[in-house]
């Protein structure tokens, strides 16, 4: 396993560790129902964050890797980013033809902050130039606007709507289809 680190002005991303601190954190992320009021799944009990980073643990140790689950830490909140606490959780799942999908969550209190726009933007930076990819997506529910100005911000267009292409709780949703290809990436900094 190469563990990805990935640091930004702000925020640093890094391998999740099987410990008490990042369960707890991940479970702070995927247990609170407004967090994953748009995410795919339904909040999740401490136990199942614990065999989440279990299995975030082995993708990171696939030969040919293809997925990237990754721990957001502040970088102000520990003098080595290793050992911060994870306000958040990043997502990179590779596909054919050289494309990936990206996905990113933070804890409410981190909400409104910019976060997400810099999270987005070490996930493409990192996908187009570490990884070289051709294209990145991104699914979001069509009432989460917070998401959808963050994509567009960093240059994803607006490719399609799929129409009750999510059901959660019994509940049929909307989402839309946002992509950034390689050729359009410019990051926040000008590179």
């Known amino acids: ?5 990935l640091t930004g002005p702000r925020l640093a991303m890094r391998e999740y560790h099987h410990t008490e601190g990042d369960v707890d954190a991940l479970h702070a992320l995927f247990g609170d129902p ?27 140790m696939a030969e040919d890797r293809d997925t990237y689950r990754l721990a957001v830490t502040r970088l102000e909140d520990a003098q080595d980013p290793r050992d911060a606490a994870p306000i958040g959780h990043a997502s990179l799942t590779l596909g ?35 990884l070289d990819l051709h294209r990145l997506a991104a699914w979001v529910d069509v009432d989460n606007t917070a998401s959808a100005k963050v994509l567009a911000k960093l240059g994803f267009q607006l490719e399609a709507r799929a129409r009750h ?13 946002y992509a950034l290809l390689a050729d359009e990436w410019r990051d926040p900094d000008g590179r």
């Open 1 to 5: 396993m190469v563990p990805v680190r």
């Open 34 to 60: 407004e967090v994953t009021r748009y995410l795919p799944f339904e909040p999740r009990d401490r136990e199942s964050c614990a065999d989440q980073i279990e299995l975030y643990l082995e993708e990171a």
């Open 96 to 130: 054919e033809h050289r494309a990936a999908h990206l996905g990113y969550v933070l804890a409410r209190g981190f909400w409104g902050h910019g976060y997400a726009g810099e999270i987005t933007a070490l996930l493409c930076d990192f996908a187009f130039r570490a």
């Open 165 to 177: 292409g999510r059901l959660k709780g019994g509940v049929r949703s909307d989402s839309y289809l």
